[in-house]
């Protein structure tokens, strides 16, 4: 079955600097999304993106936060200048349709990031 | 915004006892989606209900949307070790792409 794959599977960075999580969503899927979960809490929605241009962010998404679809394939979230309140599993996920037209997504098996 | 709570927020039974999460919705839902997240891993998804009062079975899992579509439950018969996890619901209002999470159950199955 298909997968969304996502990599580093864990990258740790020091305050202040960039980091670049990567992603390839499932092939056939238009809709591509960010989530993050701080540890033991809920999945937060961070941003979602389709035809090459962000259809909806959420407040957490300021302009620290940018997103990228460089190629066919490959779907990528930068922090500009990490935080240490920006730890967290980094989740991204896809779907043919939007959420909105009752598509599942699917998600990779995440980032975790760890801030120092 | 838009608040989706779950209660209980954890839930230990023994192998065998039934198990049942309330997720409960600031506002009306288009659609509500179930997901199940093994510790240490990834949220998977379950099922989606789109219809007032509708109701779906998979095996020992029953899916209820509430007839204002605010609020949703699922219920485990019988749970088994395997049924470990935490379980998710996730809303969308409006014409948005956004999926709204719920705040989770966690539950704990003992042998």
């Known amino acids: 079955e298909p997968e969304v794959t996502q990599t580093p599977s864990h990258q740790v960075t020091q305050m202040g600097q960039e980091v670049i999580l990567r992603c390839v969503p499932i092939?056939?899927?238009?809709?591509f999304y960010w989530y993050r979960q701080i540890l033991g809490q809920k999945v937060e929605f961070l941003v979602s993106f389709y035809n090459n241009e962000i259809s909806e962010k959420s407040e957490i998404f300021d302009d620290q936060f940018s997103v990228e679809r460089p190629d066919g394939s490959n779907f990528t979230l930068k922090i500009r200048s990490t935080k240490l309140e920006d730890s967290a599993m980094y989740f991204c996920a896809s779907s043919v349709v939007s959420s909105g037209q009752n598509s599942p997504l699917h998600f990779g098996n995440g980032t975790r990031l760890t801030v120092t | 915004g838009q608040q989706v709570m779950q209660i209980p927020q954890y839930q230990h039974v023994q192998e065998g006892e039934d198990f049942t999460t309330y997720c409960n919705s600031s506002t009306t839902l288009s659609n509500i989606q179930w997901y199940k997240q093994r510790p240490g891993g990834h949220p998977v998804f379950l099922i989606q209900?789109?219809?007032?009062?509708e109701v779906k079975k998979q095996k020992r899992l029953t899916f209820q949307f509430g007839e204002a579509k605010k609020n949703s439950s699922l219920h485990i018969t019988a749970t088994q070790t395997t049924d470990v996890g935490t379980y998710f619901c996730a809303g969308r209002t409006g014409g948005g792409n956004k999926l709204t999470f719920g705040t989770g159950t966690q539950l704990k199955v003992e042998l």
């Open positions: 209900l789109v219809k007032s009062g």
């Open positions: 092939s056939n899927h238009l809709y």
